[in-house]
């Protein structure tokens, strides 16, 4: 019946927007994330801002886009948010040597642009880091100029904000009805939702699964390669 479903989700899609730490990557390592967080707290400090460095919440926080979520609410548009977000997206893009690619997922996007779909990355990483790894690994030319990122310091465009979304389907001129945004996590399902676009869940641990499925995404994925044989007419 997954399979089927699958099937059917696939047959009726023309525009993909991809997720990008998750369904094509793995970014940072559990180690290098939680470098990237201290590294922020460090920023932080050197700043000046040494109450908030050492804030018991912003302290127990791993992701680093959580810490910019935390800093952004608390000093909303100021300058320390901008220079915080444009440390982030160098380190994103330093990791992007050693980002290792989700299996499956490059052959997944090769053959779904063959195909005639159209493809966007929606992320709340930085485009830059985006681009970067696409043209690392030879796919930045299945999805042309449609990368939609966190180019900003507005935090309050992250997902799950659906504003990476719509800067999608506007880019794309796609039809709703036949866009398919695949997400590794619930704030991607919250913003597909949002605006009712139908939704494919990637994850590759049972938790995640088990929080997207409880979120309500119907179908979620822990690996690529049945939607490579469907692709693949088998």
Known sequence: MIRENLRDRIAATRYVLFGFDGPLCRLFG?????????????????????????????????????????????????????????????????AVAGAWPAMYADGVVRTWSATGSRLAVTTNHSSRAVRDYLTARGIAECFGPHIHGRATADVQLLKPHPHTLEQALAGLGADRATTLVIGDSVPDLRAAQEIGLP??????NEPAVDELAS??????LNTWEPVLDILWGR
């Open 30 to 94: 559990r180690s290098a994330e939680r470098a990237a967080s201290d590294g922020m707290r460090h920023f932080l400090e050197e700043r000046g801002v040494t109450s908030l460095a050492s804030d018991a919440d912003l302290g127990g926080l791993g992701d680093p886009l959580d810490v910019l979520r935390k800093v952004a609410a608390l000093h909303p548009g100021s300058d320390l948010v901008a220079d915080l977000e444009e440390w982030l997206a160098r380190q994103e893009q330093r």
């Open 199 to 204: 939704f494919l869940g990637y994850a590759t």
């Open 215 to 220: 979120a309500g995404a119907d179908l979620v």
